[in-house]
T-cell receptor
């Protein structure tokens, strides 16, 4: 049981390049989330998904797209990277709301630098 | 709107000192969860505790204790007899649990705790 995994762990991009971050979870969780962490700002929600085939915008969605084609995977895409997207990206997942215990499990993070 | 405030940006203590990390939250909801996460220098986020809004009992887990007070909208975290391994960034977070809500976590900006040997 690997929990939540993220690929890659580190990446350096040039302005204008595109890339996709992959999040995978093996806990059969319905909900998945992408956050970014910037110094002095805590974690902010980018996009989230409440189930396979569904996505929704979070607090800071601009410049990102997401897809949830399979329940276990949640992809975060940057179509044209900008230096402002330099950050640490965290993926998280949790069980359905029907369970009272609603802890979010976090992946190890992806450190992205855009030059 | 929901908001979590961690006014202490950085705290430095000497090993074996007790330290309290403050967390103040704002929400219009009567039903919600509060969390604490630890982020050690290695970068991962480690879940510490979850508390729902109906349960104001304080909790103790080893050297860690949490004081939840709805009257002051605070959920403070105390480490007793701190150790160097406690050095980390600690995040307080709030989550709505209304029906149909998506359980989004609202994080505070974190408190960096440095425990000196």
């Amino acid at each position: 049981n690997a929990g939540v995994t993220q690929t890659p762990k580190f990446r350096v991009l040039k302005t204008g390049q595109s890339m996709t971050l992959l999040c995978a979870q093996d806990m059969n969780h319905e909900y998945m989330y992408w956050y970014r962490q910037d110094p002095g700002m805590g974690l902010r929600l980018i996009h989230y998904s409440v189930g396979e085939g569904t996505t929704a915008k979070g607090e800071v969605p601009d410049g990102y797209n997401v897809s949830r084609l399979k329940k276990q995977n949640f992809l975060l895409g940057l179509e044209s990277a900008a230096p402002s997207q330099t950050s640490v990206y965290f993926c998280a997942s949790r069980r359905d709301l029907s369970f009272s215990y609603n802890e979010q499990f976090f992946g190890p993070g992806t450190r992205l630098t855009v030059l | 709107a929901q908001k979590v405030t961690q006014a202490q940006t950085e705290i430095s203590v000497v090993e074996k000192e007790d330290v309290t990390l403050d967390c103040v939250y704002e929400t219009r909801d009567t039903t919600y969860y509060l969390f604490w996460y630890k982020q050690p220098p290695s970068g991962e986020l480690v879940f510490l505790i979850r508390r729902n809004s109906f349960d104001e009992q304080n909790e103790i887990s080893g050297r860690y204790s949490w004081n939840f007070q709805k009257s002051t909208s605070s959920f403070n975290f105390t480490i007793t007899a701190s150790q160097v391994v406690d050095s980390a960034v600690y995040f307080c977070a709030l989550s709505e649990i209304r029906g149909g809500a998506t359980n989004k976590l609202i994080f505070g900006t974190g408190t960096l705790l440095a425990v000196q040997p």
